[in-house]
């Protein structure tokens, strides 16, 4: 399965319009130093907690971690950033990227037609967000929909003309 080719891919893209448009990506929740302030006390707990073990360091940046944005919410911050409109089944296929990458796909029961077009989905993520990137207002082909029609680059891939994301 390419999910995780396209979603490096996807990542890239992001990256480098945060670089182009000099905007710092939002990767935190809150405000760092509200934050920093916020979780003084559980830090020390965690010290109190945890003292005499091995794992004291590493569970405080565990809870230092708390602040910072997912991919997922990251990558929401960016299609909003590109005016883009993002529809079920792409939000679908975002989220399985995860299960391809950590390898939760797996047994018997594997439906080879619904991978395929998951896969057809996120490809049309990309060449809509390359499309968009262009400040191109026109029509795409759709893969990710059984007859490939051809969609406004605002309509997701996936859904049916005129339905809302």
């Known amino acids: 399965m390419d999910l995780p080719i396209l979603s490096a891919a996807l990542e890239n893209l992001k990256r480098k319009w945060y ?8 990767t935190v929740l809150m405000d760092k130093k509200d934050f920093s ?11 109190t907690q945890f003292a005499g073990t091995e794992y004291v360091e590493r569970m405080k940046r565990s809870v230092e971690g708390m602040n910072r944005m997912s991919v997922s919410e990251q990558l929401t911050h960016f299609f909003e950033g590109i005016d883009m409109p993002v529809g079920k089944k792409e939000k679908k296929a975002l989220q399985a990227r995860n299960f391809y ?8 029961s594997i439906d ?12 049309c993520i990309l060449v809509r967000v390359i499309l968009k990137l262009l400040k191109y207002e026109g029509n795409y082909i759709d893969y990710g ?9 605002n309509c997701p891939s996936g859904s049916e003309v005129g339905e809302t994301p």
């Open 19 to 26: 670089e182009e448009v000099e905007i710092n990506p939002e």
């Open 37 to 47: 302030k916020r979780i003084k006390p559980i830090k020390k707990m965690v010290e």
């Open 101 to 108: 990458a950590h390898g939760l796909y797996a047994g018997d």
């Open 112 to 123: 080879y037609e619904e991978q395929f077009m998951t896969s057809q989905v996120y490809e």
């Open 145 to 153: 929909t059984i007859g490939y029609p051809e969609k406004n680059i």
